[in-house]
């Protein structure tokens, strides 16, 4: 592994620490070490919770992709706030990180629907996500539909599908020790433009 308890400790800043830990998962994870639960809260103030996939990570923030029409496109257009959680059961670490949202530029998210299997492009026109389905025939009747309307040249990304970028305002590393005495490295701040601070919180 890249990163042992001392940098652990010593670490001033989390995009770093977040590379190496992430970068250890890619080598240890069977399926998907980029997968993180990903919390909104709805009009109610109830919250919701799903697996997601992290698709880019910089100093500005994490990104991933979805249907903005779907529940939690909703939730995080409404509110404009989201928590995601990446858990490592091979490395017995966990990564919790809360900020605001924003929308990713449309340079960026036709760069990332172009790179996408092309029946993952059409999947994004056929799915009306989060909304009832009266059949598996029907989705397997829009998938047709849409498969025949872009059967040649490029296929657009529809307006409704973009991403979303969480903004860091908290980020906390959890690693496992024995007798759950584990170590938890708090990273913090007040927006996403101010600098950074840094604590150690009892397990």
């Not at 598996?136 to 009747?141: D, G, M, Q, S, V």
Request: aromatic residues 14%; contains cysteine.
């Amino acid at each position: 592994m890249s990163e042992n308890n001392d940098d652990f400790t010593a670490a001033t800043e989390p995009f770093r620490l977040f590379a190496d830990w992430l970068q250890d998962a890619t080598q240890s994870e069977l399926n998907d070490p980029n997968a993180l639960a990903l919390a909104t809260v709805d009009e109610s103030g109830m919250p919701n919770v799903r697996m997601v996939l992290l698709k880019g990570f910089d100093e500005t923030g994490f990104v991933f992709y979805t249907n903005y029409e779907s529940q939690k496109g909703r939730e995080i257009l409404s509110s404009h706030k989201a928590a995601m959680c990446f858990h490592w059961k091979s490395l017995r670490r966990q990564i919790r990180i809360r900020g605001i949202v924003e929308k990713v530029s449309d340079e960026e998210a036709d760069a990332y629907y172009r790179s996408r299997p092309r029946g993952s492009r059409i999947g994004a026109w056929a799915s009306k996500q989060s909304r009832p389905l009266e059949s598996r025939f029907a989705l397997e009747k829009a998938v047709a539909e849409y498969t025949a309307r872009f059967a040649i040249g490029e296929i657009p990304r529809p307006d409704y599908w973009s991403g979303f970028r969480i903004r860091p305002t908290y980020i906390e590393f959890w690693h496992d020790r024995p007798f759950r005495l584990h170590d938890r490295l708090i990273f913090q701040r007040a927006t996403p433009e101010s600098p950074w601070t840094i604590q150690k919180f009892y397990p």
